[in-house]
């Protein structure tokens, strides 16, 4: 297990009485999307809190304003292979505490997971290993799934409402991808990679986005650099927010922001009352 931040959690209650505003983005190299205007993005949409998915960088390799942007606390999980992977999260709330990775070590090498407890709920962002076009990553992928999966579950015992969120890099049904019969053999669309997504919901944890839009099409998150994929809306949903069901009451909309360019995803936002 990495470092633990500890901060304030007077002040994440203060802070937490009105409406809050989280995103989700694998941004595909942090500093490949500040060129393509990531900050001005913050700066305009302001989020309370940003969770990033494979951000290829270590924080040492950043300028100040993209390492620690003006009003916003930033936590780090890079692998230890550099240019690969890595979460980060940035946070105007200060959260009571920050835990990088899940505590274990064939995940948290790779940078995959940062644990934030705002007090009311803990929120957990998370990129999900991708199983490799010849799927010899499929295993990791669904070991890094079950291992998630009862993190989560060992909060929830705990009476700990829980958000999780990020690039779960799976589709969970035919209605969130273009071309489902194409790509059932496709790792991110395998029957036991959608499986696991059923059991999440099975346990009770809401996929906001379609809770709120059950019969929405063409609604993705991804989309390939080839072919024009993205101008087509060739594209796939593989990044979510999930919530435990006690924090139901609280979500006001989630969205897909299909709109924002600057990574081969997009941001996905869910805003609580």
């Known amino acids: 297990m990495g470092q ?17 505003i989280l995103y989700s983005w ?57 240019g690969y992977s890595g979460v980060a999260l940035y946070s105007k709330l200060e959260p009571k505490s920050v835990q990088i990775g899940l505590g274990i070590h064939e995940y ?9 407890d705002y007090g009311q709920f803990t ?13 010899h990553r499929v295993p990791f992928k669904m070991a890094y799934k079950r291992d998630f999966l009862v993190y989560c579950n060992n909060l929830r015992e705990k009476n700990i409402p829980v958000i999780f969120c990020g690039d779960i890099n799976t589709s969970h049904r035919e209605i969130d991808l273009a071309r489902p019969k ?23 944890y809401v996929d906001t ?3 709120l839009n059950p019969h ?8 390939s650099y080839i072919g024009g994929a993205r101008e087509r809306n060739v594209g796939w949903r ?4 999930f919530i435990s069901p006690d924090l139901t009451p609280r979500v006001v909309t989630a969205d897909i922001h299909a709109d924002v360019y600057g990574s081969d995803h997009c941001p996905v936002s869910l805003t609580l009352s």
């Open 4 to 20: 633990i931040y500890v901060g304030d959690l007077t002040k994440t209650y203060d802070k937490l009485k009105g409406v809050m």
């Open 26 to 82: 694998n941004v595909n190299g942090l500093r490949a999307a500040q060129k393509k205007g990531f900050l001005d993005w913050l700066y305009r949409e302001s989020p309370d809190v940003v969770a990033l998915q494979e951000t290829k960088c270590h924080p040492d390799q950043l300028a100040t304003a993209l390492r620690r942007p003006e009003g916003y606390n930033t936590y780090w999980a890079s692998a230890e292979k550099k």
């Open 108 to 116: 948290d090498a790779e940078g995959r997971t940062i644990v934030a």
């Open 123 to 135: 929120l957990i962002a998370a990129y999900f290993p991708n199983g490799s076009r010849d799927h």
């Open 182 to 204: 194409q790509n059932k053999n496709t790792t991110g669309f395998l029957a036991e990679e959608r499986a696991w997504i059923d059991a999440v919901i099975d346990e009770g």
């Open 209 to 211: 986005y379609r809770a």
């Open 216 to 223: 929405k099409e063409g609604a993705y998150s991804w989309w």
């Open 238 to 241: 593989l990044d979510y927010f």
